[in-house]
C-alpha cells in the first residue's frame, strides 16, 4: 500500500469547484417554444423495432418526441447535424455544461469546432424521478452504447444488435453511406429512458430496472437542422444486461411535429461558436 501523508485528510478536505459554472449559458426561451409547440401539428412518426434502430429527421424549429409504447424500454439517441455530418452530438461537453442526466430546458450541445445546441428538452414525463437512493437518475449522458467491441473484450462474444452496432446499420441504410464509413460517424449517446449512476465504493457505472411506462415520453425542440438515429437497447429496460437477446425488449415511437407559421416569431438557428480558431497561431 502506498504511504500515506501526514496531511492526507486536510488535502481530501479541500472544496470542490465546478468547472463550468452554466449561470452564464444562453437560456433558451421555454416560454416560447411552449406556446409554440401548442400550435403544432404532427407531420411524422418513425416506429422504431427492438433490438434495430431507425433514423428520422427534424428541421430546425420542429419538434421531437421519443415515446414508450409497449412496455419499458431505453433508447440510445445520436444526432447530427442534416447537412454536416462532421457536426453531431457531444456527449461530454453536455456532460460538462448540465451534469450527468438532462431533463426539462438542458440541451443537448455539438462537437468542435461548432459547439452549439443542437437540441433542448422541453418536457419529460420522468422529471418526477429525479436521484435515488443509490445515486440513479433518468436519460444519462454518462454512458456510452452497448457496442459489439467491449461484449468481445469481456466475454469473447459476436453480438450484432447491440446499440453501436445497430445505430450504424441505421446510418448506413439513411445515407448511402458504406458502413465503415458509417461507423465511425456513430457517436456516444443520450440514453434515453435509461437509469444509471456510480456506485459510491468503486465508482462503476450502473444500470436499474427503468421506471418508463406506456405513454412516457421525451420531448426536443430541434435547433438546428437534425438527423437522428435511435436504437430500442437490446437491454430492453436495462434491469439485468444488454448485448444479448434475453431480455425483454420493446420498440420506441419517434414523432415529428412542425408549429404553425409565425409561431416561433423571429427565433433563427444558433450561430456555430464563435471562437476564432486560431488557436494561438496568428
Excluded at 184 to 211: E, I, W
Aim: proline fraction near 7%; charged fraction near 20%.
Amino acid at each position: 500500500m502506498a504511504h500515506i501523508p501526514e496531511d492526507a485528510a486536510a488535502r481530501r478536505a479541500i472544496k470542490p469547484v465546478i468547472c463550468y459554472p452554466n449561470e452564464t449559458l444562453p437560456v433558451p426561451p421555454m416560454a416560447l417554444y411552449q406556446t409554440a409547440r401548442a400550435t403544432a401539428r404532427k407531420v411524422g412518426e418513425v416506429l422504431v423495432p427492438a433490438r434495430e434502430a431507425r433514423c428520422f429527421t427534424v428541421p430546425a424549429g420542429q419538434f421531437f418526441r421519443i415515446s414508450s409504447v409497449d412496455g419499458p424500454q431505453v433508447g440510445d439517441l445520436n444526432l447530427w447535424n442534416a447537412q454536416d455530418l462532421n457536426e453531431r452530438f457531444y456527449s461530454g461537453k453536455t456532460r460538462a455544461l448540465h451534469g450527468t442526466h438532462l431533463t426539462t430546458g438542458m440541451r443537448m450541445w455539438s462537437s468542435f469546432p461548432a459547439l452549439r445546441p443542437m437540441a433542448t428538452i422541453v418536457e419529460d414525463t420522468l422529471e418526477w424521478y429525479g436521484k435515488d437512493e443509490w445515486g440513479g437518475s433518468v436519460h444519462d449522458v454518462i454512458g456510452t452504447r452497448c457496442d459489439p467491441y467491449t461484449g468481445n473484450l469481456l466475454s469473447g462474444s459476436q453480438y450484432h444488435h447491440c446499440c453501436h452496432s445497430n445505430l450504424t446499420r441505421a446510418l448506413a441504410d439513411e445515407t448511402g453511406l458504406d458502413p465503415k464509413v458509417a461507423e465511425r460517424q456513430v457517436h456516444d449517446v443520450l440514453n434515453v429512458f435509461m437509469c444509471t449512476g456510480f456506485t459510491r465504493d468503486t465508482g462503476q457505472y450502473f444500470m436499474k430496472a427503468s421506471p418508463v411506462r406506456p405513454g412516457d415520453y421525451l420531448e426536443f425542440f430541434a435547433e438546428i437542422d437534425l438527423l437522428g438515429a435511435l436504437s430500442a437497447c437490446p437491454g430492453g429496460d436495462c434491469s439485468t444486461e444488454h448485448s444479448s437477446d434475453s431480455a425483454t425488449c420493446h420498440p420506441l415511437l419517434v414523432e415529428v411535429f412542425e408549429p404553425a407559421i409565425k409561431a416561433l416569431q423571429d427565433w433563427t438557428p444558433p450561430p456555430v461558436n464563435g471562437y476564432d480558431r486560431s488557436h494561438g497561431l496568428g
